[in-house]
């Protein structure tokens, strides 16, 4: 994360993980049915998760008697950049921790469907574009917003969520970002926030390298040219 994030954040704790982890595998429908909000990016710090490769939790994952442990690993080793990932894209804290609990859940119930043809990281990437997409389509819907049109109503959001700490600069660049089509947002946060490589956005997106590589310039000249016009 680049340090001109400057997000304030709730931490949790370990008996909270627990009971976030036996919802999700006792079949709950959804972890509000425990009333317990947290932040998934603090869980590499329980048990030293974050040592297992995702080889060893695909394997893992694939014995019935060790399924739940390993996707307690899952949510360890990908829930921070998942959340950012998500983040990124809806802005407000409430709204992508509620995304990101979705995205887990949804892999959860769909484990079995999980064959390895992907990298496990790629399918949840996947999962998680798809709880954006189908998130921000509802919001334009409830906001008369076009597809096309710039998804500006964010930035409100934006600027009431509690957890934001950003600063005027910070509230220009995403408005910024806000006015690129989805697609083109979407490689953006990808590239300069996440400083993905363009070979992995490539199998998460079905894109070509080349094509992504477009996509960036034309995203980063046109923030470039709407700050130059507010300033």
């Known amino acids: 994360m680049r340090n001109t994030d400057r997000l304030r954040f709730r931490m949790i704790k370990k008996a909270q993980v627990a009971e976030l982890v036996d919802a999700l595998v006792s079949g709950a429908s959804g972890f509000a049915i425990v009333q317990v909000r947290v932040l998934f990016w603090a869980l590499p710090k329980i048990e030293k998760m974050q040592s297992y490769t995702e080889d060893e939790i695909v394997v893992q994952l694939r014995d019935p008697a060790r399924q739940r442990e390993a996707f307690a690993k899952v949510v360890s080793l990908y829930g921070e950049k998942l959340y950012w990932h998500i983040r990124k894209m809806v802005l407000d804290h409430e709204d992508a921790n509620d995304l990101l609990q979705n995205t887990f859940l949804k892999a959860w119930t769909n484990i079995e469907l999980f064959r390895g043809e992907a990298k496990l990281s790629t399918w949840l990437y996947k999962i998680a574009i798809n709880e954006c997409i189908t998130f921000l389509n509802k919001q334009r819907n409830m906001n008369n917003v076009s ?85």
């Not at 969520?161 to 947002?185: S, W």
């Not at 993905?196 to 046109?222: C, F, P, Q």
């Open 147 to 231: 597809i096309d049109d710039a998804d500006t109503f964010l930035l409100d959001r934006l600027k009431g969520d509690e957890y934001f700490d950003g600063d005027e600069i910070q509230v220009r660049l995403q408005n910024a970002i806000l006015t690129l089509p989805e697609k083109q947002r979407l490689v953006f946060n990808m590239k300069y926030n996440e400083e993905m490589k363009y070979e992995e956005m490539s199998e998460i997106l079905g894109t070509s390298v080349g094509a992504l590589k477009a996509s960036y310039h034309h995203a980063v000249k046109k923030s470039k040219e709407f700050l130059t016009k507010e300033v």
